[in-house]
């Protein structure tokens, strides 16, 4: 079976602080792909990253990066100088070959950022 | 390139009624997904089509619950007999095919009274 934690229900930080979501995946498929997406209070779910996992490189695009550790399973993400406008939820995801490519997303992570 | 549209956005109705919703995917996307989440929890896999054939149902899609795709375009989700347990956000999003990234749209937002 498929399995996505995110075992932070909700993270608080001021303006400017770095801050890390973690995620943890369990998979028995050989050929895997791990996503986050954004949900703003508007609903929406947006799209914000999709890696391979035959593609162990950290990745970075602006203030965001993500972390994809294999021999942990995990593929966390973090936010450099946060700001009010990334407050969200945050889902972590997987699919595979195995179940269909669907997505199996985890509970989600609240980041609250005050100013 | 428009996105995924949902519509409506928001509806209510009473327990025992029936209600539609429809998905218009990205033009030239042949996969189409729906997908509920309530509230505080992520998306749970609902059904999904490629083209215009529905390849895989969830348990999670009871009796009471049909989707479409006619050629392959636009799809619609019917759920008869509404229960307050079907109160949810669904959510529609298409990819190009296999594991591609999936597009979401903004939702249909069902309360149930």
């Known amino acids: 079976a498929q399995k996505v934690t995110q075992a932070q229900t909700e993270i608080s930080v001021v303006e400017k602080e770095d801050v890390t979501l973690d995620c943890v995946y369990e998979?028995?498929?050989?050929?895997?792909?791990l996503f986050w997406y954004k949900q703003p209070p508007s609903g929406e779910l947006v799209f914000l990253i999709r890696?391979?996992?035959?593609?162990?490189q950290n990745e970075i695009s602006g203030r965001y990066s993500w972390n994809f550790q294999k021999s942990t399973s995990s593929f966390n993400f973090t936010i450099t100088a946060s700001q009010v406008v990334d407050s969200a939820v945050y889902f972590c995801?997987?699919?595979?070959?195995?179940?269909?490519?669907?997505?199996?997303f985890g509970a989600g992570t609240i980041l609250r950022v005050k100013s | 390139d428009t996105g995924v549209s949902q519509n409506p956005r928001h509806k209510i109705t009473k327990r025992g009624q029936n209600v539609t919703f429809r998905c218009d995917p990205i033009?030239?996307?042949?996969?189409l997904y729906w997908y509920r989440q309530t509230l505080g929890q992520g998306p749970e896999f609902l059904t999904y089509?490629?083209?215009?054939?529905?390849?895989?149902k969830s348990r999670l899609l009871s009796d009471r619950f049909s989707a479409e795709r006619p050629k392959g375009s636009f799809s619609t989700l019917e759920i008869q007999r509404t229960e307050q347990g079907d109160s949810a956000m669904y959510l529609c999003?298409?990819?190009?095919?296999?594991?591609?990234?999936?597009?979401f749209g903004p939702g249909t937002r069902l309360t149930v009274l």
């Open positions: 999003a298409s990819s190009s095919g296999g594991p591609d990234t999936q597009y």
């Open positions: 998979t028995r498929d050989t050929t895997y792909y």
């Open positions: 890696r391979n996992s035959f593609d162990e």
């Open positions: 033009s030239e996307h042949n996969r």
């Open positions: 995801a997987l699919s595979g070959w195995e179940y269909g490519n669907k997505l199996v």
């Open positions: 089509f490629q083209n215009e054939a529905q390849l895989e």
